[in-house]
Nanobody, 125 residues
Framework: QVQVVESGGGLVQPGGSLRLSCAAS????????IGWFRQAPGKEREGISC????????YYAEFVKGRFTISRDNAKNTVYLEMHNLKPEDTAVYYC??????????????????WGQGTQVTVSA
């Protein structure tokens, strides 16, 4: 059974930075496409970024390009999302998810199979 746990959320001022972590048990994250998503109150969940399970290529939604960076530490079996220049509109619950087929190029539009419980990010002065 794959279990996914996010951490690193919190309260940050506009312009600040946070690093979210996604740790997993029951799966070697290096082999899977991993996605980061977020959901703000009253809004639909949206895809932010993903990292491929075949070659580690990252993908970013347009609205986070240049501000967010996804990376993977295979030794720690952890995927990170570094977020800089945070804006109030980045406030949301952030989720990490694992796509079950191995060695795939990531895409935010395909269904993901294993999800964490989410971590709250609040950007406010």
């Amino acid at each position: 059974q794959v279990q996914v746990v996010e951490s690193g959320g919190g309260l940050v001022q506009p312009g600040g930075s946070l690093r979210l972590s996604c740790a997993a048990s029951g799966a070697t994250l290096a082999y899977y496409a991993i996605g980061w998503f977020r959901q703000a109150p009253g809004k639909e969940r949206e895809g932010i970024s993903c990292i491929s399970g075949n070659n580690g290529d990252p993908y970013y939604a347009e609205f986070v390009k240049g501000r967010f960076t996804i990376s993977r530490d295979n030794a720690k079996n952890t995927v990170y999302l570094e977020m800089h220049n945070l804006k109030p509109e980045d406030t949301a619950v952030y989720y990490c998810a694992v796509e079950a087929p191995m060695f795939r190029q990531c895409a935010l539009t395909r269904p993901y199979d294993y999800w964490g419980q989410g971590t709250q990010v609040t950007v406010s002065a």
